[in-house]
């Protein structure tokens, strides 16, 4: 099981707003022992989201999306998590009386159109908005919330703390690396390869930097990562590799 991203919205492609999602995602999930696998940047665009989401379903991660679970005409995203499922939309009970609540509050008529919000693929659980009440969902790992920061970042949260607080720092990782100096990348696949296959679990990485210096054109952090009980072993043998190629290796 792996953690992932997805932030929906043509305003992130388009420029118009910064992704902040990103990093504080990997930061909450790095605050309990957990990581981040991957991340996905969607468009408004139905059919795309829908396959993007039909893909996600069919493996064992957890999911974050943000966007595009509002009523207007450019939210798609809960229409494409029915679609993907095979599932209809249909009102949560405990949805609409929320929103209905919230738009009596602030003085609107409840409509059929702000009840829209609270249509979810059949079985979804809501993921309560600290915010202004207006929920999220969750259903089959995934978890749909709103684009605004201010809103999902609560509501993240809250999911991991209360449905995968039993996978905190259950899976501890860490890292060495050192400086390269003067060694091409290609140089030292094999070795890294080595590395990895008398090493399970443990991966290794190189980070090539270009030089400015034509005599030295070569500069590459090179470590690896994993359980804390293999991480040891596995950089003595990566660090005397390197030595035994007879390269300058800088500390980091």
Same mark, same amino acid.
């Given at each position: 099981?792996?953690?992932?991203?997805?932030?929906?919205?043509?305003?992130?492609?388009?420029?118009?707003?910064?992704?902040?999602?990103?990093?504080?995602?990997?930061?909450?999930?790095?605050?309990?022992?957990?990581?981040?696998?991957?991340?996905?940047?969607?468009?408004?665009?139905?059919?795309?989201?829908?396959?993007?989401?039909?893909?996600?379903?069919?493996?064992?991660?957890?999911?974050?999306?943000?966007?595009?679970?509002?009523? #207007?005409?450019?939210?798609?995203?809960?229409?494409?998590? &029915?679609? $993907?499922?095979?599932? @209809? *939309?249909?009102?949560?009970? !405990? =949805?609409?009386?929320?929103?209905?609540?919230?738009?009596?509050?602030?003085?609107?008529?409840?409509?059929?159109?702000?009840?829209?919000?609270?249509?979810?693929?059949?079985?979804?659980?809501?993921?309560?908005?600290?915010?202004?009440?207006?929920?999220?969902?969750?259903?089959?790992?995934?978890?749909?919330?709103?684009?605004?920061?201010?809103?999902?970042?609560?509501?993240?949260?809250?999911?991991?703390?209360?449905?995968?607080?039993?996978?905190?720092?259950?899976?501890?990782? #860490?890292?060495?690396?050192?400086?390269?100096?003067?060694? &091409?990348? $290609?140089?030292?696949? @094999? *070795?890294?390869?080595?590395? !990895? =296959?008398?090493?399970?679990?443990?991966?290794?990485?190189?980070?090539?930097?270009?030089?400015?210096?034509?005599?030295?054109?070569?500069?590459?952090?090179?470590?690896?990562?994993?359980?804390?009980?293999?991480?040891?072993?596995?950089?003595?043998?990566?660090?005397?590799?390197?030595?035994?190629?007879?390269?300058?290796?800088?500390?980091?």
């Amino acid at each position: 099981m792996g953690f992932g991203l997805m932030v929906i919205g043509d305003e992130i492609l388009s420029g118009k707003h910064q992704d902040q999602h990103f990093a504080k995602v990997r930061e909450m999930l790095a605050e309990r022992g957990l990581r981040l696998d991957w991340v996905s940047y969607l468009g408004d665009e139905r059919w795309r989201i829908t396959e993007a989401l039909s893909h996600s379903f069919s493996g064992s991660d957890v999911v974050f999306c943000t966007g595009g679970i509002g009523s #207007t005409p450019d939210d798609h995203t809960r229409q494409a998590a &029915a679609a $993907a499922l095979g599932v @209809p *939309l249909v009102l949560h009970p !405990e =949805a609409a009386r929320l929103i209905g609540e919230r738009t009596r509050e602030v003085g609107l008529e409840v409509t059929p159109e702000r009840l829209r919000m609270g249509e979810f693929p059949e079985g979804a659980e809501l993921i309560p908005n600290p915010y202004n009440r207006i929920p999220g969902f969750g259903i089959h790992r995934h978890h749909f919330v709103p684009g605004f920061p201010v809103m999902a970042w609560p509501m993240i949260e809250w999911v991991l703390d209360t449905r995968y607080a039993h996978l905190f720092h259950t899976q501890a990782q #860490t890292e060495k690396a050192m400086r390269v100096l003067g060694l &091409a990348e $290609a140089t030292l696949t @094999p *070795l890294m390869e080595r590395v !990895e =296959a008398d090493h399970p679990g443990v991966r290794v990485f190189s980070l090539p930097h270009a030089r400015r210096s034509t005599t030295d054109p070569w500069e590459i952090e090179l470590g690896v990562k994993g359980p804390p009980d293999r991480v040891d072993a596995a950089f003595r043998q990566l660090r005397a590799g390197v030595a035994a190629l007879g390269e300058r290796i800088e500390e980091i």
